[in-house]
């Protein structure tokens, strides 16, 4: 056990490194964890042109090593160490990593979230090459390509019509007959002629070109188990999201399905002194810069708590 820590930091996408940045700019000399995945769900994709001040667009990790030199720059102490338990029933908090435990007055959740994927070694090995678990991030790579995508949630729907936008083709691609979606979304959806549809089917294997960019996948029939091999130029995957949230459950509040619970408009969790940022909270935008953006309101709600609570 070291001495107590002002702040820790737990998660290392846009919304943990930036809420690192101010922290230690505003000399509270955080501790960052970067957990399992360092640099969240950008590393898994390639290029970012959206995030604002890439005119050129940048690719996904590198933007995130800036992220972090950034923060270790302003003196930011950064453990490639993943947190498994945390105490804040007391104060100061206490946070175990798999070698130490850590004594803390203010801790910053920015553990994110992750998309669901079907598992294929393929989908991993093809991710950023033609598969991609973002639309909004990759849509426009496509454009008059044609694309999968998979799931019938609101998510892929929404997806499915986004990526019209470039696309000449979206096939809906989905393991049974009936949509999950809303029927406004399904409805919205049915009505597009640029979207078709393949119900009652999943992806078995995504194969590449020479070029190692995806071109086509192995459908399974789900009714009568056979398979055929289709083209695509990509396939996006949406079966939903996961936030990061497990390590904090019985502790603070979230909503059925794992989101922490924020106050509206701040980032105080049910705990005074705990803040939440970024994707864990967010299942409506999750997007790099709305997670920096809460990344830095975190950072702020606990420099400011922390000065009235005369640290
Ligand atoms: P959902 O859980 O609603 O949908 C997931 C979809 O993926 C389902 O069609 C599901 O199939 C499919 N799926 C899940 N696992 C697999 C798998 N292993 N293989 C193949 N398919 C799979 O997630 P969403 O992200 O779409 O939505 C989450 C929440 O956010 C919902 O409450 C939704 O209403 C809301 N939302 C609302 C929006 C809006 O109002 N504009 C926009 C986006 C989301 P099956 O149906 O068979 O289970």
Redesign the pocket.
């Known amino acids: 056990m070291t001495e107590t820590r002002e702040v820790i930091i737990i998660g290392s996408g846009p919304a943990g490194y930036t809420a690192a940045i101010y922290t230690s700019r505003a000399n509270l000399k955080p501790m960052l964890f970067q957990g399992p995945q360092p640099g969240g769900q950008l590393t898994i994709t390639t290029d970012v042109e959206n995030f604002p001040g890439y005119p050129k667009g940048v690719l996904g990790p590198d933007m995130m090593e800036d992220l972090k030199a950034q923060a270790e720059r302003f003196g930011t102490e950064i453990k490639f160490e993943e947190v498994i338990e945390v105490d804040f029933s007391t104060r100061p908090f206490v946070v175990k990593t798999d070698f130490d435990e850590f004594k803390t007055n203010a801790v910053i959740i920015s553990t994110g979230a992750s998309a669901?994927l079907?598992?294929l070694d393929s989908e991993a090995r093809l991710m950023g090459n033609g598969v991609s678990a973002c639309a909004t991030c990759d849509g426009a790579f496509f454009q008059g390509k044609e694309v999968m995508i998979?799931?019938?949630?609101?998510?892929?729907l929404?997806e499915a019509q986004y990526l019209t936008r470039f696309a000449t083709k979206v096939t809906v691609v989905?393991?049974?007959e009936?949509?999950?979606?809303?029927k406004i979304?399904a409805d919205r959806a049915r009505e597009n002629p640029t979207i078709a549809w393949a119900l009652n089917r999943?992806i078995q294997e995504i194969h590449a070109g020479d070029d190692g960019k995806v071109n086509a996948v192995t459908m399974l029939n789900t009714q009568d188990q056979s398979t055929a091999n289709v083209a695509t130029d990509g396939v996006f995957v949406?079966?939903?999201?996961k936030p990061n949230s497990d390590l904090f459950k019985g502790q603070l509040d979230m909503n059925d399905?794992g989101y922490l619970t924020v106050t509206p408009g701040r980032t105080q969790t049910n705990i005074p002194g705990v803040f939440a940022c970024g994707d864990v909270t967010d299942?409506i935008y999750r997007q790099a810069v709305t997670a920096a953006g809460t990344g830095c309101m975190a950072a702020i709600d606990c420099e400011r708590w922390l000065e009235g609570q005369g640290h």
């Open positions: 669901k079907l598992g998979v799931g019938a949630g609101d998510s892929a929404e989905h393991r049974r009936e949509l999950r979606a809303s979304m999943t949406s079966i939903g999201h399905v299942h």
